[in-house]
């Protein structure tokens, strides 16, 4: 059997520490305000636990165990009494862990930037809604890295929110390359890895995060040019990448003798791929003589050779699955 005392006591415990790390935030308006004044705290309440060390990490580790205790003693007198304010525990908790926050279209509740990205995680009807849908990235005719977005997120108030959800949307564009884009991709992930890094171990401030991630935002954008430049579709382009990834090839080779090289890959490999061949060995083994076999013709470095057609062949596994 669950012991009350117990868990009252683990309950009272965790919601010191919550209280702890809202010290010098004022949350009574969540007990008495109409619904748009209450969504309003929480950008605030995301900044004011961002802005401390491991914070977001030390907030939604407490107010999980929290929600644990309130479940096992919610009859209780005590827990009944500290209801309201568990309940904005979770609803910080709540955006943090989804990087977005609560709904509410008022021009006055907050500012617009903040109310698309930020105030939606935590709809009228309690739905949550992720930070992509908060905001609007599924429309066609949006981009988050266009310059008037990234122009809008470097003018948020609430600057640690900012920099949290713009490494999320990054992270998720990234993502989306990484699946198309082995070595991009990877490159990608690094430069905000480290980034994010400085940040974390507060080596840079928030306004100099923001402005990181903005810069890295214009060169995925602009790294969606690049195949145009170059004169290749995105296929094409990924073989290029893995090519290319050893500087030493494209200084052996250059540009326009690993582009035709590429454009071959791609043809070639397109018409002997089959469902699962990636998970046959024989059939494994065809692709890779024939990707050798195309290296080799090319004149391709044989020193080099066998690391490129390792990630000519994962870069075929990921983009096999539009091919067959």
């Not at 003018?155 to 929110?161: A, S």
């Not at 974390?200 to 935002?217: C, Q, V, W």
């Not at 214009?218 to 296929?235: S, V």
Request: net charge neutral; glycine share 6%; aromatic share 6%.
């Amino acid at each position: 059997s669950i012991d009350m005392d117990q868990a009252i006591r683990a309950l009272e415990e965790k919601y010191d520490v919550a209280s702890g790390i809202m010290h010098g935030f004022d949350w009574s308006v969540w007990h008495n305000g109409i619904g748009t004044e209450k969504l309003k705290l929480i950008p605030s309440a995301m900044e004011h636990v961002l802005a401390q060390a491991d914070g977001k990490k030390r907030f939604v580790a407490v107010v999980r165990d929290l929600s644990r205790a309130f479940a096992l003693c919610a009859t209780s007198a005590v827990a009944n009494e500290l209801r309201s304010d568990i309940a904005f525990f979770q609803a910080v908790q709540a955006s943090l862990s989804k990087s977005a926050s609560p709904s509410g279209r008022d021009p006055d509740d907050i500012d617009a930037a903040v109310r698309q990205l930020v105030d939606r995680a935590i709809a009228p009807d309690g739905e949550m809604i992720d930070v992509f849908t908060a905001a609007g990235l599924k429309k066609p005719d949006i981009s988050i890295l266009s310059d008037s977005f990234l122009a809008e997120v470097r003018g948020l108030k609430h600057k640690h929110v900012a920099a949290e959800l713009l490494a999320k949307l990054l992270k998720g564009e990234i993502k989306i390359k990484s699946d198309r884009n082995i070595v991009e991709g990877r490159k990608f992930s690094d430069m905000l890895q480290k980034t994010l890094n400085q940040y974390h171990n507060r080596a840079i401030a928030t306004a100099e995060i923001i402005e990181e991630l903005i810069k890295l935002a214009e060169e995925i954008r602009a790294a969606k040019e690049r195949g145009e430049k170059l004169g290749l579709n995105d296929d094409e382009l990924a073989f290029y990448d893995a090519l290319g990834e050893n500087t030493s090839a494209i200084e052996l080779m250059g540009d326009d003798k690993l582009k035709v090289i590429a454009t071959e890959l791609v043809t070639q490999v397109r018409k002997n791929v089959t469902i699962d061949w990636n998970l046959r060995t024989q059939a494994r083994a065809k692709i890779k003589v024939l990707v050798k076999r195309i290296l080799r013709k090319h004149g391709y470095p044989p020193d080099l050779q066998d690391a490129a057609t390792q990630l000519v062949l994962r870069q075929a596994e990921v983009l096999c699955a539009g091919w067959v």
